[in-house]
């Protein structure tokens, strides 16, 4: 793609809708420092300097979609209750609809509290229910989905799904079939527990331990021959058009129809890892609305995943870093 190429398609980003729909949570931090061992375990004392919270789980995968120019709508079941309301607010905050957002009396909302030292990340604490939701809300969220398909017509549908029970068989099925019916293509950010309920999907988004999870075989880090009978292994069982396959270290690995393209990494200073999957996924789904070719589609994500692992704690991607780092590998 040349550099033309690359400002039209950033350009074509912010024309396009995109319903997330998964796991959201509260990210809190607690950011501070250490003096001192504790005099009560073997464990650091740290001594809090400031706290924030932001939008975590699929709501991150929103957040780097409206950093790129989109405009996201997330469908989730949050709790009602005192952390739910505080994510509904995060999300008015950072300018996207809660009308997507179903509340339940029986369910608790997620919070996963980091504590953060300098770039240090000294421990998490998560306060979760990830049991499924029930069969009320499964009908209460499609029936969601349905309505924001019909007044938003988006471009793309992403399943991002962190096994907190709002991505059921059941509604992973309706959603699918409801994309099917509109024409618009799926892609998915799976993790072990209903890896192949996602058959028919436009794009498949496994990294490699979540891979090496879901097919029950062994997968050396490194080694591409095994990644690609891997890939082969995957599509013949889950029917999924487009498979990307983040490698860490190793880069990215993408095949469809007719290609496939391994992808090195490129030299990051790595402060953090979390979430650099939402961000990578987020770039591939733009990518897939806008039909780009697969390279194109693997080349972003590899390039926006590293560039939010160079920040600590879980941030979107910077638009303008990313499209710099495009334009460099364009051609004239």
């Known amino acids: 793609m040349n550099r033309a190429d690359t400002l039209q398609a950033f350009d074509r980003f912010a024309a396009t809708s995109a319903l997330v729909v998964g796991d959201v949570m509260v990210d809190a931090y ?35 979609l409206r950093a790129l120019g989109a405009a996201p709508v997330v469908v989730s079941v949050i709790g009602d209750d005192p952390q739910g309301r505080r994510l509904a607010e995060l999300f008015s905050e950072n300018g996207i609809a809660t009308d997507g957002l179903v509340r339940s009396a029986s369910r608790r909302t997620t919070v996963k509290t980091r504590v953060i030292s300098g770039h240090q990340h000294i421990v998490r604490v998560d306060e979760e229910q990830e ?5 009320s809300e499964e009908q209460a969220l499609l029936e969601r989905v349905a309505a924001l398909i019909a007044s938003h017509r988006p471009g793309v ?40 309920a996602y058959a028919g999907v ?55 129809p007719g290609e496939e393209h391994l992808l090195p990494a490129h030299r990051r200073t ?14 591939a789904a733009l990518c897939l609305a806008q039909g780009m070719d697969l390279r194109t589609l693997a080349d972003w994500s ?17 638009r303008e870093a990313l499209l710099q780092e495009c334009l460099l590998q364009a051609r004239p």
């Open 30 to 64: 607690l950011w501070g420092r250490v003096d001192r061992i504790s005099p009560e375990a073997p464990v650091p004392v740290v001594h809090v300097t400031d706290r924030s919270e932001r939008l975590g789980g699929a709501a991150n995968v929103a957040l780097n």
């Open 157 to 196: 549908i992403v399943l991002e799904d962190y096994n907190k029970g709002v991505l059921t068989e059941a509604v992973i099925r309706g959603i699918v079939s409801l994309a099917r019916t509109h024409g618009i293509p799926t892609a998915v950010d799976p993790k072990k527990r209903n890896f192949f």
């Open 302 to 318: 590899n390039l926006a995943g590293g560039l939010v692992c160079e920040h600590v704690g879980v941030v979107p991607v910077d």
């Open 131 to 135: 049991g499924d939701i029930d069969r």
């Open 270 to 283: 790595i402060a953090d890892v979390s979430g650099a999957g939402d961000t990578v996924i987020s770039v």
């Open 202 to 256: 436009d794009l498949f988004k496994p990294n490699l331990k979540e891979l090496r999870e879901g097919l029950k075989v062994e997968i050396p880090a490194g080694d591409a021959e095994a990644v690609r009978t891997a890939a082969a292994m995957l599509e013949d069982r889950l029917g999924n058009r487009i498979s990307l396959i983040t490698l860490s270290e190793h880069g990215v690995y993408v095949h469809g």
